[in-house]
């Protein structure tokens, strides 16, 4: 099973901060990575797949990029409605998910 | 537009078991793949079954593996997750959720399912 550790834990910034998550494959998963935010009581929303494209409807502030085993999600300038829980979920092997990043406003 | 309504948790005693369903529209069901997920009180996410398009294949996370059961009405446009010999564990609530494409990440999600094993 391919796990996926997403580092940090919590990430604590202000709107306005650029906020960069990183999520670590323990074998290679090419580019069949994927991102997305989660709010309290919400279902999960699809941000990223396939390392970098950006689903539709998803600002541009979001980007994601890394191959292989090394993957990370940029929002370039926090808005308030950024603060959340971000997850990776691979696809090279089945479907894994990361532990999460919580995303706090500082 | 793509919608998945989710029904059918609730509270359950160990061992029992419970049918979630999962109904569909604003697409074909049967066009593409469907997952279930789970997300235990407090806890991250953790994918539970799949079943395929063009061949209705299904697949088991090994937590649920031999217990639950993937499956999908298409004249009804429904998912459903049959689930037996409940434990404790499998408390959490249970999302549907539409592939994007083959073997795409889920683009859609129902609103979620709470089921609680206890007794």
């Known amino acids: 099973e391919i796990v996926l550790t997403q580092s940090p834990g919590t990430l604590s910034l202000s709107p306005g901060e650029r906020a960069t998550l990183s999520c670590r494959a323990s074998?290679?998963?090419?580019?069949?990575l994927a991102w997305y935010q989660q709010k309290p009581g919400q279902a999960p929303r699809l941000l990223i797949y396939d390392a970098s494209n950006r689903a539709t409807g998803i600002p541009a502030r979001f980007s994601g990029s890394g191959s292989g085993t090394d993957f990370t999600l940029t929002i370039s300038s926090l808005e308030p409605e950024d603060f959340a829980v971000y997850y990776c979920q691979q696809r090279r092997d089945w479907w894994t998910f990361g532990q999460g990043t919580k995303v706090e406003i500082k | 537009e793509v919608q998945l309504l989710e029904s059918g948790g609730g509270l359950v005693q160990p061992g029992g078991s419970l049918r979630l369903s999962c109904a569909a529209s604003?697409?074909?069901?049967?066009?593409?793949?469907m997952n279930w997920v789970r997300q235990a009180p407090g806890k991250g996410l953790e994918w539970v079954s799949s079943?395929?398009?063009?061949?209705?294949?299904?697949y088991y996370a090994d937590s649920v593996k031999g217990r639950f059961t993937i499956s999908r009405d298409n004249s009804k446009n429904a998912l459903f997750l049959q689930m037996n010999s409940l434990r404790a564990e499998d408390t959490a609530v249970y999302f549907c959720?539409?592939?994007?494409?083959?073997?795409?990440?889920?683009?859609?999600w129902g609103q979620g399912n709470l089921v609680t094993v206890s007794s």
């Open positions: 079943i395929g398009v063009t061949d209705g294949k299904t």
């Open positions: 959720a539409k592939e994007l494409g083959f073997a795409k990440p889920f683009d859609y």
């Open positions: 604003g697409f074909t069901i049967s066009s593409y793949g």
């Open positions: 074998q290679s998963v090419s580019n069949y």
